[in-house]
């Protein structure tokens, strides 16, 4: 299609197809996020079989070759938390699930293995000035070492602009016998 301006025909530029200026974010956002590396398909992931010492019971942190591993879960607006139960595996029955607060121990190697069942979110532990991205269908980790026990900010955000308080929580670090004590009491996919 042309413009007639005077005698002459001057044609129309086309117009490039528009996107969302926030579609556009999070597109760069998830290139940047894959691009530095954190990212890992959860498809490529291996099971995760590592060993436990300590009681018999499972529940307490992987050997000293490798970290405590705690996946996180965004979903509904809420961090889902999973700890491994008596048996070792992720995934079972005896899984201790909490919702928005996070229990470590003290001087210890951590994995959080961040995911998301529906949204775009991000966790960060600004004390220890983390931050990382979960994303459907992809995994992302934050390694990290505990040091002293205390109370510290588990900040999460949805990307939707709305603060959503189920995503705002609190970190403890435990003792290691108080970590024990409050895995071993806490009930299986029935803690807060």
């Not at 931050?131 to 980790?141: H, N, R």
Request: charge should be neutral.
């Amino acid at each position: 299609m042309s413009t007639m301006i005077g005698p002459f025909s001057v044609p129309r530029p086309r117009r490039q197809p528009s996107f969302s200026p926030r579609l556009d974010f999070l597109a760069v956002l998830l290139v940047l996020s894959v691009l530095m590396g954190c990212g890992q398909p959860i498809s490529q992931k291996k099971a995760d079989t590592a060993p436990t010492t300590g009681t018999t019971s499972g529940r307490t942190q992987s050997s000293s070759a490798g970290p405590l591993i705690v996946q996180i879960t965004g979903q509904d607006f809420d961090w889902h938390i999973c700890y491994r139960g008596p048996d070792g595996e992720f995934g079972t029955a005896d899984d201790v699930v909490t919702t928005q607060n996070l229990h470590l121990p003290e001087k210890t190697k951590i994995q959080l293995r961040l995911q998301s069942w529906d949204y775009l979110y991000t966790l960060a532990l600004p004390h220890l000035g983390l931050k990382e991205i979960a994303v459907p269908d992809l995994t992302f980790c934050l390694d990290f070492r505990t040091e002293s026990a205390g109370a510290f900010p588990l900040v999460g955000d949805q990307f939707c602009g709305y603060a959503h308080p189920n995503l705002l929580g609190t970190m403890t670090v435990h003792s290691q016998l108080g970590f024990q004590r409050w895995l071993t009491t806490t009930n299986p996919k029935q803690a807060r």
